[in-house]
């Protein structure tokens, strides 16, 4: 039998490169991070905000991901939204995406 702390670890790694996709395809309409966190939940992807927020930082250096911020809210907050190459490489993880969720489909006997 498996254990929780076993498993934890291991659905922490099968989750851990579905939250960038996750995050380059929701990103394409500008957001800002507490949104963005609560946007990831209601769609099913549970991130604590320790993990996101070094994220997005990462994604933004890797030129993923633009930012800007809103200052004319009594509170600013930083927006960010995927930048054109974001795009284009949550389109090509989007397409592996679907092909492994087909072979995943095809091992599990439900081509």
Same mark, same amino acid.
């Given at each position: ?16 490169? =579905? ?8 990103? +394409?309409?500008?957001?800002? &991070?507490? %949104? @963005?966190? !609560?946007? #990831? ?29 809103? =200052? ?8 960010? +939204?995927?930048?054109?190459? &974001?795009? %284009? @490489?949550? !389109?090509? #993880? ?18």
């Amino acid at each position: 039998m498996l254990s929780d702390e076993l498993l934890s670890v291991h659905l922490q790694e099968l989750r851990r490169g =579905t939250v960038v996709l996750a995050c380059l395809l929701i990103l +394409r309409q500008p957001n800002y &991070g507490y %949104a @963005l966190l !609560d946007l #990831l939940d209601q769609r099913g992807f549970a991130v604590d905000a320790n993990t996101l927020y070094p994220l997005l930082r990462r994604l933004e250096k890797q030129g993923l991901l633009t930012s800007d911020w809103n =200052t004319e809210e009594s509170r600013p907050r930083k927006f960010y +939204r995927t930048s054109d190459d &974001g795009v %284009a @490489l949550a !389109d090509t #993880l989007s397409r592996d995406w679907d092909e492994l969720h087909t072979a995943f489909r095809t091992l599990k006997g439900e081509s």
